[in-house]
């Protein structure tokens, strides 16, 4: 089973930038599909981006241009970097694998909080 502890998070004002990642032991995630998820309060938690390990990316369209996901799988950890961030973004933001011949997500991290003041 793999663990994700994500870091990064913090308060920020509107425009600002934060660089979550993303750090997986237990197994090595390379194969593995990582993606970023966030739940905002009274909200469903939803799919924000992910990263297979060939190399494709992709972005709920909310965030296309502003959010960058990428991998080092030499250090297991992946990253989203969050430019031009809007109140709206405030959320508890989730890392998560699933092998890339699985429909469902089976790893999960505890969550890491970003509040964006306007």
């Known amino acids: 089973q793999m663990q994700l502890v994500e870091s990064g998070g913090g308060t920020v004002q509107a425009g600002g930038s934060l660089r979550l990642s993303c750090l997986a032991s237990?197994?090595?995630?390379?194969?593995?599909?990582m993606g970023w998820f966030r739940q905002a309060p009274g909200k469903e938690r939803e799919f924000v981006a992910s990263s297979w390990d060939g190399g494709s990316l992709y972005y709920t369209d909310s965030v296309k241009g502003r959010f960058t996901i990428s991998r080092d799988n030499a250090k297991n950890t992946v990253y989203l970097q969050m430019n031009n961030l809007k109140p709206e973004d405030t959320a508890l933001y989730y890392c998560a694998a699933r092998w890339a011949g699985a429909s469902l997500y089976d790893a999960w991290g505890q969550g890491t909080q970003v509040t964006v003041s306007s």
């Open positions: 237990g197994r090595t995630f390379s194969g593995y599909v």
